[in-house]
Structure formats: structure tokens, C-alpha cells
């Protein structure tokens, strides 16, 4: 899944994101970098498990990267909720495409976007033009 240009400026906003400098490395999409808190909830059998939160530290109209204290293997799946800056919420299913050791007890996650989670009842509700 791929935000469109309208619902990445609006996500990234919400962070206080700012463009990243252009480097070496070939992107598939434009990224920022940023530094804020983000929540995690990990799925295991479609179960969700406790929440957890993490550092994000860049964000794509694809997926996003974040810091965390352990390995999380490619293909583990979680629900994370992003803010929108005009109001609202949307939870977004993600699957990690890669994990790197940072340092013995800090790892790189990065995650591509799945789809838009459907809200529950109670829950803000995404703009059905998003998915």
C-alpha cells in the first residue's frame, strides 16, 4: 500500500517531519526524517498483543522505520495509529521488511504499509477515500 502524495504531507505534518537531505541511496519514495513517538501494537494470529511504543526515525508514503530494544523479524506484522493533522486518527497494518543491529541492544526497523486497518466502533473513522 502506498499513501497517496495528499495523505503522506498530511502524516508527516503531524510529526513536525522534515525532508530528508538527498544521499547515495535509490528510494522507491520520497522519505523525512523525523524523531517521535509512535505506538506499536504487535498481531500474532491476527491477536493483538500488548501495545508497545517506539521512536520513529522516518517516514515514507510507503512504510516507516523506528528504533527498538529487540530484533523483530521480517514478515512480523503490527497495527500502528498516526495522527492526521487536520484531526483524526488512522491505523495502518504493517509488516517489517527488514531489522539491523544498530548496536548490540538497539536495532533499525523498517516496515512497509499493508493496508488501512478498518476502525471498530468508537474509533475514529478513516476517510474511506484512503483505502
Known amino acids: 500500500m502506498k499513501l497517496t502524495d495528499e495523505q503522506f504531507a498530511e502524516l508527516a505534518s503531524s510529526f513536525g517531519a522534515v525532508d530528508s537531505a538527498p544521499g547515495q541511496e535509490r528510494r522507491r519514495t520520497d522519505r523525512v526524517d523525523l524523531q517521535a513517538q509512535i505506538r506499536i501494537t504487535p498481531l500474532v494470529s491476527g491477536q493483538k498483543l500488548t501495545p508497545r511504543d517506539v521512536i520513529a526515525c522516518d517516514f515514507s508514503a510507503r512504510g516507516l ?4 530494544d529487540n530484533l523483530i523479524p521480517p514478515g512480523e506484522q503490527f497495527i500502528t495509529r498516526l495522527s492526521r493533522r487536520s484531526g483524526g486518527q488512522v491505523d495502518l ?3 517489517v521488511a527488514h531489522c539491523q543491529a544498530v548496536t548490540d ?4 526497523v ?6 488501512a486497518v478498518p476502525a471498530h466502533p468508537g474509533d475514529e473513522q478513516p476517510n474511506p477515500s484512503e483505502n
Open 65 to 68: 522505520a523506528f528504533m527498538a
Open 110 to 115: 523498517g516496515v512497509e504499509f499493508t493496508n
Open 105 to 108: 541492544k538497539l536495532f533499525r
Open 93 to 95: 497494518h504493517c509488516t
